[in-house]
């Protein structure tokens, strides 16, 4: 994937922490932006769920990278890659401000582990690395199911 993608998901965050005056983003508001896409082809193709939460600006670009990377991910090899393919987009915010991301990529093509780990899996763990959060991958037959844990 070229980085010129990469730097347009990381401007999109950056316009909503100058409508924030740079308090963070809201991230359902960074979910949509990344898939608005897929969105607006299909509404029943992508779902997206989860309280608001106020993502410092840190956090909110290494999430917005993070789901940069997965819908990458998704239309190269995933469920954005079949007309019927599918992506839920969950999360909540516990008590103690832990926040639990919860993607999942269906209806695309059979999925095997990779046999080495892609750039997009060694960004994501970098960039939620950082944040002292787990990135855990599980590569399902059906697809991919990744799920991010960070303090936000």
């Not at 100058?18 to 608005?36: F, H, K, N």
């Amino acid at each position: 994937m070229p980085v010129e993608e990469r730097i347009r998901a990381l401007a999109n965050v950056h316009s909503l922490f100058v409508e924030t005056r740079w308090i963070g983003a809201e991230l359902s508001t960074i979910a949509t932006q990344e898939l608005a896409p897929y969105i607006e082809k299909d509404k029943k193709r992508v779902q997206i769920d989860g309280p608001q939460v106020l993502l410092e600006p840190n956090v909110a670009q290494a999430i917005a990278v993070t789901l940069h990377e997965l819908v990458t991910n998704a239309v190269k090899y995933g469920a954005l890659s079949e007309a019927k393919g599918q992506i839920d987009l969950k999360w909540l915010h516990k008590a103690d401000g832990q926040l639990i991301l919860h993607w999942t990529d269906v209806g695309g093509p059979a999925v095997q582990m990779p046999t080495r780990q892609g750039f997009g899996s060694r960004v994501i763990e970098r960039m939620i690395g950082q944040l002292k959060g787990k990135a855990r991958f599980d590569w399902r037959s059906e697809g991919l199911v990744c799920e991010i844990t960070v303090q936000a």
